[in-house]
């Protein structure tokens, strides 16, 4: 790059993290132009519930601006007030409330995936280009790099972004030997709107908080609640708070986005508990599939089964990255899954992502203003982004039986390991300081602050 010539970043991926990054830089008046495969802005997404933690809060409120870091809070879901653990038969072993969110960073939020995504799209209408999906790249001799499209267009930049997730083409190219392994766990998810009849199916802490069932042969399943300030015909609803529906009712990303008001829920097991077919079965017959798998659950989580919307099933194999050792430094970079793709297991991957993404901000707006050589400035980044982002991965593998080596999932062992689990939160529920540990320990990870 010449001295005097503006820098220009390629992100490849409007996902969570790119499209923040975008905004960072954009506020920080960085050039920089997003290219997406999705063919426009509802294309292929399912609106499904990611929890955004202190880390995230605080990466949106650093890269966002301002107003749009409101319609964000403006746009979660009622925040959820209690930590269940239930059993397949229903019972309630652990209520642990939660802190609410009176604080905007410090707080856990409900978003739905595709809202905040309509969120993150807000005022970007001229830099994110659509129906781009990205090939491959080429290095210039001035030091430029080009990316390609499958529709035969290309983009030229002073740095590539790989923000293209779990299977990004981007680190194929690049990093050919930093490869994804299945995690052993495949799940099954779906929603159904939420009505009285469907709420009442629940125990009464799952109807306003989020709940974790533990079963036998190491099956497990988390319950959202999602309500919005939205009705179902889009109209703000009458208790949206005075300055939330004036957001909501200017927001045009509402527009858009046909989220409303949903249960959901996610089954998951070892891979071996599924049949062989499980990734081609859609609709109805993933329903039947959950039903099947749950003959001795409480009839009314079966019910609550056999109420969702086939249109919105889907199966998952989850997968993990590998660890790499870190690599020489050039002008193309990764952020997010793309870099360090991890199990749903600390509810932690969206959240990595977009502190990536502030973090890149920060390095690349120094190179911008000079501060700092370009491949210096990712260096810093990639020095930080790397220890971090693997360690989540590790820690993730390592919750909630979201790895098939877990001894949950073991004929003989799983049963004892299954009792102790039960046993450890029955002291939770009951013993405040145990509680008051188990929170601080959680808030922590998820980077709240004192
Ligand atoms: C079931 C489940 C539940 C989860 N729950 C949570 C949670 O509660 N909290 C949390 O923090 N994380 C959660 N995660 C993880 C989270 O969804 C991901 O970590 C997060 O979406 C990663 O964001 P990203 O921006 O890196 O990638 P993505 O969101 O995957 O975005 C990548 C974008 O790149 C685009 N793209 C891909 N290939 C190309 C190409 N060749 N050319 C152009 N564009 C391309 C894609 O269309 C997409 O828009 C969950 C994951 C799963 C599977």
Redesign the pocket.
Known sequence: MSSNEPLHVLV?????????LAHGLRRAGVSVAV????RSRTD??HG??????PT?NHALKECLPPQLFKTFLATCARTPSHFNVLTERKRITASVPLRGDADPVNSER?VS?QTL?QVLLTGLDDAVHFD????HYERRPDGKVVAH??DGSCATGDVLVA????????RRQYLPHAVLKPAGIT?I?AKLPLSREALALLPAPSRTGLSLTFAPKGFMCIWHVMEFGWDERGGIKEGAAGNDAELLRSWPGLLFDNTRDYISW?LWAADDKFPADVMELRGQRLIDLALKLTPNWHPDFRRLFSLADPTTTFP?R?ATSEPVPAWPTTTVTL?????H????G?????????R??ALLTRALTAAAEGRRGLVDAIAGYEAEMIPYGFARVKDSLAQNGTNGDDPLHKPVLGRAVLAANRAYFRAVDRIPSLQRKFLDDLYTYRGAED
């Open positions: 490849i991926g409007a996902g969570f993290g790119g499209l923040t290219y997406e495969k999705a292929g997404l499904y519930r990611v929890g955004i933690d995230g409900s995936r995504r781009k999906r990205f090939t499209f499958a923000a293209d997730g779990a299977h990004s083409a981007v799940s998810a996610g998952i989850i952020l997010g899954d793309a870099a793709t991890m199990t749903p600390q509810g932690v991957g969206a959240n990595t992502s977009l990536d993404a």
